[in-house]
T-cell receptor, first 110, second 113 residues
Framework: GQNIDQPTEMTATEGAIVQINCTYQ??????LFWYQQHAGEAPTFLSY????GLEEKGRFSSFLSRSKGYSYLLLKELQMKDSASYLC???????????FGQGTELSVKP | DTGVSQNPRHKITKRGQNVTFRCDPI?????LYWYRQTLGQGPEFLTY????????KSRLLSDRFSAERPKGSFSTLEIQRTEQGDSAMYLC???????????FGSGTQLSVL
């Protein structure tokens, strides 16, 4: 299978920076997605990385290393509304489906 | 707006009953997916369609589950003889044709009593 691993939960302080890591199996790998999901709602798209490197989009950035099977999501200037689950998902050659990790529950505290 | 509409938002049913969920893609897309998500877990892949063709089904999709996509437009997911373990959020998603990114509908929360 294509195990997607990410920490179960993290806690950070308002205004700080937090990095959420994700590892995946590299065989047949295509690209890496990050989604944000608030309780009781559907996942919302944050980023999509295919090439190595860092992609920045406002307060959120996503990094990919294809050779290491590693990605991270970086959240800057944390706000209380950033408290949510962050889902890492990978696509592979054998189909267009996304394989999701279990999600990282981020709690932002004052 | 993600370009995907799902109905109903919530569904409560008794064990043994049949339920059907509907997904209406609005935006131009290549593929339509169904996922299931339980509390504290990431979405689990169920099946996907390219136009009206169902190209892949997960082993999670037992004989009680069936998905259709007549004419390659809207899709339905039916669960027959529901069990309490079927309680979950059922998510529909589309792969946008232009940017190859996956966007989800608001989901249908199923509770089987």
């Amino acid at each position: 299978g294509q195990n997607i691993d990410q920490p179960t939960e993290m806690t950070a302080t308002e205004g700080a920076i937090v990095q959420i890591n994700c590892t995946y199996q590299t065989s047949g790998f295509n690209g890496l997605f990050w989604y944000q999901q608030h309780a009781g709602e559907a996942p919302t798209f944050l980023s999509y990385n295919v090439l190595d490197g860092l992609e920045e989009k406002g307060r959120f950035s996503s990094f990919l290393s294809r050779s290491k099977g590693y990605s991270y999501l970086l959240l800057k200037e944390l706000q209380m509304k950033d408290s949510a689950s962050y889902l890492c998902a990978a696509t592979y050659n054998q189909g267009g489906k996304l394989i999701f990790g279990q999600g990282t529950e981020l709690s932002v505290k004052p | 707006d993600t370009g995907v509409s799902q109905n109903p938002r919530h569904k409560i049913t008794k064990r043994g009953q049949n339920v059907t969920f509907r997904c209406d893609p609005i935006s131009e897309h290549n593929r339509l997916y169904w996922y299931r998500q339980t509390l504290g877990q990431g979405p689990e892949f169920l099946t996907y369609f390219q136009n009206e063709a169902q190209l892949e089904k997960s082993r999670l999709l037992s004989d009680r589950f069936s998905a259709e996509r007549p004419k390659g437009s809207f899709s339905t997911l039916e669960i027959q003889r529901t069990e309490q373990g079927d309680s979950a959020m059922y998510l529909c998603a589309i792969l946008h044709r232009e940017n190859e990114k996956l966007f989800f509908g608001s989901g249908t929360q199923l509770s089987v009593l």
